[in-house]
């Protein structure tokens, strides 16, 4: 189970493991990519009507079942020799896969 922050903006769904704020977030374990359905977030956390508001931030308290990739700080190469790297452009040092949403709260 997981519980932090996940910041989601156009390009990016950033996870902040174990954060309970926006505010606490530079304290708190680099972000890694966080695979999640963004309509079914939005609409548990009450924000169904902004759903096509894609260019607008979003920000909730999430707790959830998922899983992450093995190395969540990736310096594998692939058959390119490039970094394995997660999320869009392989901005991202690891991924976290939500399986199912326990509780959202939008911040």
Not at 24 to 30: F, G, H, K, Y
Request: with cysteine.
């Amino acid at each position: 189970m997981y519980e932090g922050v996940c910041y989601d903006t156009f390009e990016g769904q950033q996870f902040f493991d174990r954060a309970t704020t926006m505010a606490v977030i530079p304290a708190s374990r680099s972000s890694v990519w966080l695979e999640i359905n963004r309509n079914e977030a939005l609409a548990r956390a009450n924000l169904a009507n902004r759903i096509a508001e894609v260019m607008t931030p979003h920000a909730y308290r999430v707790r959830f079942v998922g899983a992450e990739t093995l190395n969540m700080n990736c310096n594998d190469r692939d058959s390119f020799g490039r970094s394995s790297r997660f999320g869009h452009e392989g901005a991202f040092p690891g991924m976290v896969v939500v399986e199912r949403i326990l509780a959202i709260d939008a911040l």
